[in-house]
């Protein structure tokens, strides 16, 4: 079980949003409490990706080295990463399962002609075959979206 | 001759949950092998059917990515740290 607040969903949507119609990839930092994944800051990244950033997005390892030193530095682990799919349902492609490691969540969103509209969270099977899709929870809180929500560039379409 | 290789967060449940294990060998692929030996579970997600590294598996001699030094013909020392970095890519199919 993976479990955020209204915030961190606030957070995702809206880059998913910003970028569109390219992908969006960030990282989510946390703690683990037994079987349930905390989540306590959702980090946007840039996405990497050289060409072709509307289907594919990377997170370079010097990313996530930095974003692995945020988390430590702050007593967090990373839990996972979210992506975005333009135009595309929330479910993983063939290229995610090849470049997932297990026990991580990932999460994706689903993106509608610039208007986030599906989220779903996905772990890599042990013997890497397929990812199974992974239950998550919202939280009420009472932080202040973060991102530039003002933009609200789902409302522009 | 022992170098401390660096497990990345998800793959330690293959290592028994450590972060690090102290290994001897002198090139980067022979300190693979005997990592992978040791924990077999996790061959499978650091190399690829034909053997190779995955594409998003990145390995580092302290900060320098084997990729521009000898790949996994690069020399370690016993005071190197050697380290194995995702990439985290993905993206939807190909319309």
Redesign the interface.
Known sequence: MLKFTDHDIATMNAHAARTYPE?C?G?LLGKTDGSEKIVDEVLAIENS?SE?RA???????ED??NA?ANAHQQGL??LG?Y?S??D?PAR?????L???????S?VIIGVDHGCPSAMSSWLLLE??SAFEEEQFEISISNKTPMNHPKEKPWQLK | MAVKVMI????R?YTDKKDAVLLDGTTVGELLQKLTSQHEQLR??LYAENGTL?N?V?V?VNNN?IRYLNEEKTPVRDSDVVSI???????????
Do not use: M
């Open positions: 992908e990839c990282v990706s072709q289907r594919r997005f990377i997170i370079t390892p996530y080295r692995e682990d990373v990463f992506h799919h333009p595309h993983p492609s063939q290229f995610d090849e470049h997932a490691f297990p026990s991580w990932y013997d890497r | 990345p967060t998800p793959l449940v499978k997600h995955r998003f990145n580092y990515d970095v995702p990439s985290i890519a993905g993206g939807r199919e190909v319309v």
